[in-house]
């Protein structure tokens, strides 16, 4: 019985997390320069988890695709953002497929 | 060399964050190469790489033609530059920039070659649409000392995006010291980007062609 709470926090924080993350979304401050923000998709493509990248600077937005079952830690994330120039404010991983995400950016929605 | 190292850095830091977008540092691990044609006193073209985001190694080849008496300079250089501060806002971004380095110099008013030093500084500013850049340039050796600051305030028609082409119009002014050119020489330029590639090009005061180029890689 004592286990139970554990057993309960356990799946609650399985719920709140995406089921499969396919997408890493990065807020980024300083993304005002297209020529400038080159050097983000030669950083995040040098992982080997990285599918795709796209990037929005209308959303001050960085997305990386993840190839399946792989991930990249924050940490890595901050240190290829930091080296391409640029801030993370946040970093969130969803189950939004990137096609999707570019269709939604697209259409001028964030 | 250093007092003027610190000098130029002090006095545009001070300034506050003004904005150039020919910025002398790509990102980590990557190369800038930059060629300008000045109206005919100024040539110059770079190649950078940067190991770190805050720093980048290379060098340049510069040639001054004064148009006020036959005098020319040639100089090679080895060149540092240093990201002293960046800026990014949650719309803008900005930057102070510091160099220094040195070289060799030919001329026609002296002869052999001498040792050249060179420093600058650049401060910038810029937002999707609007931006601004100071930027100074020390060229000297024992026989001559030629700086040239250059201050550069564009607006763009529409905000571009990531993949696009960019369109800005900008004015610049330009001074030379050292007896270069006489006052203030001021151009009108349109600037193109797309992905890596950049290229602006304008006429002067003087109906004198102003161009670069840059590539990012």
Redesign the interface.
């Known amino acids: 019985m004592k286990s139970l709470p554990r057993v309960l926090i356990s799946l609650l924080l399985l719920a709140s997390a995406p089921a499969h993350a396919v997408t890493i979304e990065m807020s ?13 998709e ?2 995040l493509r040098k992982f080997p988890a990285t599918a795709d990248v ?5 959303q ?1 937005l960085v997305a990386v695709a993840l190839k399946d079952g792989q991930d990249i830690p924050d940490t890595e994330l901050r240190r290829a953002l ?6 993370v404010k946040t970093i969130e991983r969803t189950p939004t497929p990137l096609a999707e995400l570019r269709e939604r950016l697209n259409k001028g929605k964030p | 060399m250093s007092r003027w190292f610190v000098g130029l850095a002090g006095a545009f830091a001070l300034a506050g964050p003004m904005s150039v ?1 020919a ?1 002398p ?6 190369y800038t190469v930059m060629a300008e044609y000045g109206a005919g006193t100024m040539k110059e073209a770079q190649l950078f790489y940067a190991p ?2 805050d720093f980048s190694v290379g060098g340049g080849h510069v040639e001054l033609n004064s148009d006020e008496t036959a005098k020319s300079r040639r100089i090679n250089y080895a060149r540092l530059n240093y990201l002293v501060h ?8 900005a930057n102070v920039f510091a160099w220094g380095g040195l070289g060799s110099a030919t001329g026609n008013t002296f002869s052999g070659t001498l040792l050249a030093e060179n420093a600058g500084a650049q401060a910038d500013y ?3 649409r609007v931006y601004g850049s100071l930027k100074t340039d020390l060229q000297r050796s024992s026989a001559f000392s030629h700086r040239i600051d250059t201050l550069q305030l564009g607006l763009a028609p529409y ?6 082409v ?1 369109t800005w119009f900008l004015v610049q002014a330009r001074q030379y010291t050292g007896g270069i050119h006489h006052g203030t020489e001021s151009a009108v330029l349109l600037r193109l ?4 590639a ?1 290229i602006e090009a304008g006429v002067t005061n003087g109906g004198k062609l102003q161009a670069m180029a840059m590539f ?2």
């Open positions: 980024v401050n300083g993304l005002v320069c297209a020529f400038c923000a080159q050097g983000i030669k950083q796209i990037v929005s600077l209308e001050k930091t080296n391409a120039g640029y801030t | 977008m910025k540092i790509a990102f980590a691990d990557g770190r985001y960046r800026w990014n806002l949650d719309d803008a971004q810029e937002t999707r905000k571009h995006e990531y993949g696009g960019a980007f797309k992905g890596g950049w990012n890689f």
